[in-house]
């Protein structure tokens, strides 16, 4: 039949997830992880004391790095590498994330979760209800990749372990658990740190937001007493970010799929790009990278969300001034969130390592709020709703506060550099002059020593005849370079020390020279503590307009991912075209490819369609080795993963449902660290997609069962396949296995598709890389495929003669009968149905309307026709036999050239 008209975009229910932010101070009690003293610089109404936190045996234990092994939760596909730049939570390898997870009783567990990530000064809560199972603990585990992970200390040794403890120990690889007093999982606890952190504005929001969810809140709690103890870590008042994330609201992608599917990290190569993100990120900023890092792990599955960004991507790349301008505008930005971060957190024994970094963060501070102003110049023309909203968080008026604040204490031309040398003078005259009299003397005698060095040199060139260059690292401080040419024919006078020869070129200081440097450090560090009151008390009052910089970095974060996917629909090297995503009830792609392979391949991709609804929901791909069946359904999860990232996608035209679940099991390894071989990996994974998936996901399934006997192979595949189609889901269910497609061309919702491929003379065989309608003929692909590697005569001719065989055999089983033909009549009028319901909802003017409910009309004539002749030959033969591919099977290539016109 021709494709349903392309339906209107449903209205859903909008869902605008808040995002909450907290902040606070705790210093820690005497106990074996911090000390119990104030330092004297932080003023009291920053500072509230906590009670006591006694630390007793096995009460915090951390536990080792567990290997993956057998359980009840999803196997990865592989050993896990661990690395802090996978965390969409964080990224960089310094960044520490600290998660609590608490459970309640009950078949169907509620679980609560807490992350505080304190680089980045970030928490989330979130509370989940999960199965058994805990797979969706276990994604949000894997999502947020946490460095510590804290469990109720009566779950786990030296009591019983609990069955969350024995699955998040089995599938969580690189992790650290430690166990934690039940008393510090306190909900009235994890209340006052919301009320004493929280920025002002938004805590009667957070607490609506937490309301009911008690084990969030008490996993809260004892996440931040944990930071607080065992890191001597505090927040200051209303500076933490706080966010209560809900299970809805995003795409489930479990950790296989996300290996498998090659979302963040190439399969072979872990440093190639030739992944989703590698080819998605064209981000500017530390920032965004990680937001859409986040977005592609756990995509939106909020209407509004998206039709939102689609808007803002499609203005971006189609007012190339407007981006180029903001793409320019990016360019400048640091880690702004980790910057923030470090401005909130007070450490319990700040020493001189800490001045020194409290005077260059607030040079950097400066240097980003002077670069906010180009970004609001370039988004002056923006029209979107989403780029405005950015827009206003860039308004000067809201950077203002800072602005004045730190030009009452930075001078003016004092700016963050990056050499060691500047980088020291610039934290030397960052204060003004006149603050302190005392500071004003000690960078008077800095200048001087200073001015005495470059003296020294010059009297040692003029001395030795020598022309030695002034050096400098944080290692050495001053030191001299030369030529070593200098010294041919000649000694090498005693004065010059601490020699060191490097590509043609001598380092070495003089006794004087590591005596002045001793005097300048020693003068650098007075000037360094005498701005540091100065400067703590720029901090603390800068902490004030903390929620209003955080909301300008994550607006700086969400502008560089939406120019980044603009980027990704307007520039590619093969100038092939990605188009805006529609939000409706089916998969409707036209002309689409696959995103990784047509980046990395020189060669042209070509396209395919794509059709999937309610009576086409189960999609059965066939065809030979090497013909495209896994490109074919791995690119129809990519574009769905894609679209729920608010990108435009590589087609001419698309439509997507909104997946809640995206399941993939396509990888044919054994899992070595597992202990178990490929067939039984993919019957786990399998097993896994079976307990979860429901009428909302979307699962890719490639070449199941092939790791056992065919017989068995066959069974179990026709047995799963059952259960999928029975789940209501979109499944792509690619296999070798043509009995299936046979068995199940009939059933409700079921579709065969093949890979064509072009048999020229000879037996030469062309792979096309087209879909078509039908289950792939048998012609041989294995015979075809091993002339090509040229085996022995005699072992293709054995190999012929008993394909003809069996051939022959299963000719002579195969028989038409009345009733496959009445369920080929019934599936016909259902296909019908809703065909008319999708142009009910569709867009068409009258006369186009008319033109293809008359097609329509006839070619159900047709079918129909066709299909009762096959009745009344049934009825008059009896028991006559055909091939299963008759006259109005779903699988002729009439059909498909009568469904494109």
């Not at 006591?52 to 939760?73: F, K, V």
């Not at 809560?125 to 797979?135: E, H, P, R, T």
């Not at 490819?593 to 395919?608: A, D, G, L, T």
């Not at 017989?711 to 296995?737: K, M, N, P, W, Y």
């Amino acid at each position: 039949m021709p494709p349903p008209p392309t339906p209107r975009p449903g209205t859903s229910q909008s869902y605008a997830s808040t995002s909450y932010q907290l902040s606070g101070t705790v210093s820690a009690s005497q106990t074996p992880y911090g000390s119990s003293q104030t330092p004297s610089r932080q003023r009291p109404s920053t500072v509230r004391p906590s009670s006591t936190y006694p630390s007793r045996p096995g009460t915090m234990r951390p536990s080792s790095t567990y290997p993956s092994r057998p359980g009840t939760a999803r196997p990865s596909t592989g050993r896990r590498s661990r690395s802090r730049g996978g965390s969409s939570f964080g990224g960089g390898e310094s960044h520490q994330i600290v998660c609590a997870i608490s459970e309640g009783r009950g078949i169907s567990p509620t679980v609560g979760l807490a992350f505080v990530n304190i680089n980045t000064g970030e928490a989330v809560l979130s509370q989940i209800c999960d199965n058994q199972f805990y797979a969706r603990t276990i994604n949000k585990l894997h999502v947020f990749d946490p460095t510590e992970i804290l469990i109720v200390s009566t779950s786990g040794p030296p009591n019983k372990k609990s069955n969350m403890y024995s699955v998040v120990e089995e599938n969580i690889v690189g992790s650290r658990i430690v166990t934690v007093d039940r008393k510090y999982w306190s909900e009235s606890a994890g209340l006052d740190y919301i009320q004493d952190l929280a920025f002002a504005e938004d805590i009667g929001a957070i607490k609506v937001a937490i309301g009911g969810n008690y084990f969030a809140t008490c996993c809260f709690a004892a996440a931040l007493k944990y930071i607080n103890l065992s890191k001597s870590l505090s927040f200051a008042f209303h500076s933490l970010r706080i966010r209560f994330q809900p299970s809805e609201g995003s795409m489930m992608i479990d950790l296989a799929t996300i290996q498998s599917m090659e979302l963040i990290q190439n399969l072979h190569n872990a440093k190639s790009k030739a992944c989703l993100l590698g080819i998605m990120n064209q981000t500017l900023t530390p920032m965004g990278l990680r937001l859409l890092r986040l977005n592609i792990l756990q995509p939106s599955t909020q209407a509004s969300v998206l039709e939102q960004r689609y808007d803002a991507v499609g203005e971006l790349s189609t007012k190339e001034n407007m981006f180029s301008q903001i793409r320019e505008a990016l360019r400048p930005f640091h880690d702004i969130e980790q910057l923030l971060s470090s401005l909130i957190i007070i450490p319990n024994q700040p020493d001189l390592q800490h001045s020194e970094q409290s005077i260059n963060r607030i040079l950097m501070l400066k240097s980003f709020a002077q670069s906010v102003l180009p970004l609001f110049e370039g988004l002056a023309g923006a029209r979107s709703q989403l780029l405005c909203e950015i827009r206003d968080n860039f308004e000067p008026s809201h950077l203002r506060r800072t602005t004045e604040l730190i030009k009452t204490v930075i001078n003016d031309d004092v700016t963050y550099q990056r050499t060691p040398l500047d980088l020291r003078n610039q934290r030397t005259y960052a204060v003004k002059s006149g603050v302190s009299g005392l500071l004003d003397v000690a960078r008077q005698t800095f200048k001087e020593i200073t001015e005495d060095v470059h003296q020294h040199v010059t009297e040692i060139n003029q001395r030795f005849d020598i022309v030695a260059e002034t050096r400098y690292d944080n290692a050495r401080r001053y030191f001299l370079q030369l030529s070593e040419s200098d010294f041919e024919g000649r000694t090498i006078p005693d004065i010059l020390i601490n020699r060191y020869r490097k590509k043609g070129k001598m380092e070495c200081q003089t006794l004087e020279l590591v005596k002045m440097n001793a005097r300048i450090e020693g003068s650098h560090q007075e000037v360094i503590l005498m701005s540091d009151q100065t400067i703590q008390q720029l901090i603390d009052d800068i902490r004030g307009e903390i929620p209003v910089l955080f909301r300008v970095c994550e607006s700086i974060a969400l502008l560089d991912v939406i120019a980044s996917l603009a980027h990704l629909a307007t520039t590619n090297e093969q100038q092939t075209e990605y188009t805006r995503p529609q939000i409706t009830d089916c998969i409707a792609i036209s002309a689409g490819r696959h995103p990784i392979r047509e980046r990395v391949h020189k060669e042209k991709f070509i396209p395919n369609d794509a059709y999937a609804s309610e009576q086409t929901r189960f999609q059965i791909v066939t065809g030979c080795n090497m013909s495209g069946k896994s490109t074919y359904i791995r690119s129809i999860a990519l574009m769905c993963v894609m679209a729920q990232v608010g990108s435009f996608v590589p087609a001419e035209s698309a439509t997507f449902p909104l997946i809640t679940q995206l399941f993939a099991r396509v990888s044919m390894d054994d899992c070595i660290e597992a202990n178990v071989s490929t067939f039984a990996s993919e019957m786990r994974e399998t097993a896994f997609i079976l307990r979860n998936i429901d009428r909302s996901s979307l699962a890719i399934i490639d070449e199941l069962g092939r790791g056992t006997s065919s017989r068995d192979g066959l069974a179990i595949s026709l047995s799963i396949a059952e259960a999928l189609v029975a789940s209501g889901a979109f499944i792509f269910f690619a296999t070798h296995f043509r009995e299936l497609a046979q068995i199940l061309q009939n059933k409700e919702g079921a579709v065969n598709m093949h890979l064509e491929v072009d048999f020229g003379q000879e037996n030469a065989m062309a792979m096309l890389y087209k879909v078509r309608n039908g289950y792939v003929q048998e012609q041989h692909y294995g015979l075809a495929i091993a002339r090509v590697v040229d085996l022995p005569p005699q072992v293709l001719q054995v190999a012929e003669q008993v394909s003809r065989a069996l051939e022959a055999q299963a000719a002579a089983k195969k028989q038409s009968s009345k009733s496959l033909a009445l369920a080929k009549r019934r599936k016909l009028v259902k296909s019908l149905k809703e065909q008319l319901e999708q142009a009910a909802k569709g867009s068409m003017d009258d006369k186009a309307l008319t033109s293809w409910l008359v097609g329509l009309q006839t070619e159900f004539v047709l079918r129909m026709d066709a299909i009762d002749t096959q009745i009344a030959d049934s009825d008059a033969e009896g028991d006559g036999s055909s091939e299963v591919g008759v006259a109005g099977d779903d699988g002729s290539d009439d059909d498909e050239e009568r469904r494109r016109r």
